[in-house]
């Protein structure tokens, strides 16, 4: 009886544990997507993973084809990431990235999944020159 309680306690264990690898795993395509789109300024990449109304820094929303290929020519090339946490928010995942660039600077990057896998949340412009409506070039 003990014995079978403890067989039962390990494979609930076990589930627990893939489960857990499993859900930190399952960005992993995207993430390597999005280092892609942002190495290449290649909006194609990286428009199917983003929702229609993503959020990125303080610029207009639902109008993807229009602002995010400008912001992908001005943020830098990276050589390199690595995810540095996931967290669960809300029905969402938040990944938070650290990029290292030619320089060997780095920056930190997070991008908010929703539950049905689209990047709600686009944090790339921390850092970046951007245009704004005015004219201007902010930092």
């Given at each position: 009886m003990m014995k079978n309680k403890l067989a039962l306690l390990f494979l609930i264990l076990m589930l627990s544990i893939t489960v857990s690898q499993a859900q930190k795993q399952s960005y992993t395509k995207e993430l390597n997507i999005v280092f892609k789109s942002l190495k290449s300024n290649d909006y194609k990449l990286i428009k199917p993973l983003l929702d229609p109304n993503v959020k990125v820094g303080n610029l207009p929303q639902g109008m993807n084809d229009a602002v995010i290929p400008q912001v992908l020519t001005q943020l830098p090339k990276p050589v390199s990431f690595k995810v540095s946490s996931t967290i669960k928010e809300g029905d969402g995942?938040?990944?938070n990235t650290v990029?290292?660039?030619a320089d060997k600077t780095t920056r930190n990057?997070?991008?908010?999944?929703?539950?049905?896998?689209?990047i709600i949340d686009f944090?790339?412009?921390?850092g970046a020159n951007t245009q704004t409506s005015t004219g201007s070039t902010t930092n």
């Open positions: 995942t938040r990944i990029y290292t660039y990057q997070s991008f908010l999944f929703n539950a049905k896998g689209k944090d790339v412009l921390e």
